[in-house]
């Protein structure tokens, strides 16, 4: 089965720029996630999604962090504006189930801010 | 999802010497999920114990979840350069939440 796609793999923008990262997941996974992960750290999850509905949006700062996932299948990450610690690798992941599965992983975003 | 604390966070062997990385909870879990992240790419589910003293093996890898459902280990004999990455253990619940992980490195 094709796997969690992810674009653009890399995006180099300036700070107060606006950036959009693009995720479609395993087919028939209803569980989508978006994490950030920073050099050296764990991945911090933003958001989730179960269907088009959040489940889990407590991580994401809401005053520049937006996610969308309007039917249900690919989701949109937005930032506007970037700041620089906004530097990192942006990792989708999906799952077939809400609880007790195994999460895939796309290949992630790579994000500089200068 | 429930984050356990995870030990050593670092670990350099030397190869063909073994590795283990410890994860352990103040309450019981439910399930421990074990992953792997090389360098530079994503991490990659490796296994998932449900039971109560459960062990599973992969080649190499011996995963075990304790007694009381509270610690997990993740133990890797004679290692080899294709070891090296980041090992992440947590809970699937609701949600997926991560840890540091323990960084292994590995020197021929």
């Known amino acids: 089965e094709a796997g969690v796609a992810q674009s653009p793999r890399y995006k180099i923008i300036e700070k107060r720029q606006s950036v959009a990262f693009w995720c479609n997941p395993i087919?028939?996974?209803?569980?989508l996630y978006w994490y950030q992960q920073i050099l050296g750290q764990g991945p911090k999850l933003l958001i989730q999604f179960q269907n088009n509905g959040v489940v889990d949006d407590s991580q994401l700062p809401k005053d520049r962090f937006s996610a969308e996932r309007l039917k249900g299948v690919d989701s949109t990450l937005k930032i506007q504006p970037a700041k620089l610690e906004d530097s990192a690798v942006y990792l989708c992941?999906?799952?077939?189930?809400?609880?007790?599965?195994?999460?895939?992983f796309g290949q992630g975003t790579r994000l500089t801010v200068v | 999802g429930q984050q356990v604390m995870q030990i050593p966070q670092y670990q350099h062997v030397q190869e063909g010497e073994d590795f283990t990385t410890y994860c352990n909870s103040s309450t019981t879990l439910s399930n421990i999920q074990w992953y792997k992240q090389r360098p530079g790419g994503h991490p990659v589910f490796l296994i998932q114990l449900v039971k109560s003293g459960e062990v599973k093996k992969q080649k190499r890898l011996t995963f075990q979840f304790g007694e009381a459902k509270k610690n997990s280990s993740l133990h890797i004999t004679a290692t080899q350069t294709t070891d090296v990455g980041t090992y992440f253990c947590?809970?699937?619940?609701?949600?997926?939440?991560f840890g540091k992980g323990t960084t292994l490195s590995v020197s021929s």
């Open positions: 992941a999906s799952s077939n189930q809400l609880v007790n599965t195994e999460a895939f």
């Open positions: 947590n809970q699937a619940g609701t949600a997926l939440i």
């Open positions: 087919s028939g996974h209803a569980t």
